[in-house]
């Protein structure tokens, strides 16, 4: 045979078996993958941990995405977890709250071809996109129902850290408050620890000692703990970031929802569909559908009552309520 059409037929043999041997994509090849580190409470806080790691699940099952997480109780620095994310590849690293700011954007600066998304701040680098909520503007609504219905005029809001996110929790239910009722008392008071349910319990005692009726707390975990101790000692609260009414049924009138599982999912969804984050700083409040409240139980509000808060939030929805100057 000639030699060279036994060359040429080796070759042709080595490209029939090349092509039938080249790995095939996979579904798992075309998964994009998201990493997130969770906020300091860390899973089973049944606030703002759980809702981000809900958010992933849905994403999970709806958009084929892949995901893992970190929590601080394992990775000891914000920075180690989120470093870890980033050298697992993922195409997205999310830091849920505001106390994975720093860490989050050192590691940013580390890897500026890797994309961030952070929860509950804002970063200028040009690799981080935001996600922002109008906290004072569901904890208005819950604040006006409290003014409403005390009949101490003692309300209480228990704060996880004294910072200025926590601050619009607090300045929403106050101007709440005073808007149905300008003689109300309110009771604050910062745990400074979002994981400490008997820490909740010991200032839920002092606030109903004080004679507050109703108490609102914006504290993870801590939270929980003026939750419970409330319903022991028979008065009212309020649940925060998800319904949380499951929590105490004789206690919690309505929760404030901050929709982090929905906006995460979202966020996910565009990435997925488009290849990139449109928005560099979404700020989601009531008019977004960003935050709302709750069904309101345990007590009962007159025709009157209800209209009012529904005023109250359209006012918000519309502008003419501004809660923060």
Do not use: W
């Not at 990493?35 to 994403?59: C, T, V």
């Not at 003026?226 to 009138?253: M, P, W």
């Amino acid at each position: 045979m000639n030699k060279g059409l036994i060359i040429l037929l080796l070759f042709i043999s080595l490209l029939i078996i090349t092509g039938c041997t080249e790995k095939e994509p996979t579904l798992e090849d075309q998964q994009l993958k998201i990493g997130i580190m969770l906020s300091n409470a860390g899973l089973g806080d049944q606030s703002f941990s759980d809702l981000g790691f809900a958010g992933l699940e849905k994403a999970r099952d709806e958009l084929n995405i892949s995901f893992e997480y970190k929590e601080i109780q394992e990775t000891e620095t914000y920075a180690k977890g989120i470093e870890q994310l980033v050298k697992s590849g993922n195409d997205l690293i999310i830091g849920l709250g505001f106390s994975v700011q720093e860490d989050l954007e050192m590691i940013a600066k580390k890897y500026p071809e890797t994309s961030f998304l952070l929860i509950d701040a804002q970063s200028d680098l040009p690799n981080v996109n935001n996600v922002t909520f109008k906290e004072e503007e569901a904890s208005f609504l819950l604040g006006a129902i409290a003014g409403m219905k005390t009949t101490s005029n003692v309300v209480g809001f228990v704060g996880g850290e004294d910072v200025p996110l926590i601050h619009k929790f607090e300045k929403g239910f106050t101007a709440g408050v005073k808007s149905e009722n300008p003689e109300a008392v309110v009771l604050s008071e910062y745990a400074n620890d979002f994981g400490n349910d008997k820490l909740g319990e010991g200032i839920a005692k002092e606030m109903i000692s004080a004679k507050a009726d109703y108490i609102y707390p914006a504290a993870g975990f801590t939270g929980v703990g003026v939750i419970k101790e409330s319903e022991r000692l028979g008065i009212y609260t309020f649940g925060v970031d998800s319904d949380q009414f499951y929590l105490a049924e004789n206690s919690i009138v309505s929760s404030m929802l901050k929709q982090v599982d929905i906006a995460i999912f979202n966020t996910i969804q565009e990435l997925v569909e488009d290849g990139k984050i449109s928005e560099k700083n979404q700020i989601l409040g009531i008019k977004e559908n960003g935050v709302s409240i709750a069904p309101i139980r345990v007590i009962e509000l007159s025709a009157a009552e209800k209209n009012r808060i529904a005023k109250l939030q359209e006012d918000i929805a519309n502008g003419s309520i501004t809660i923060l100057q």
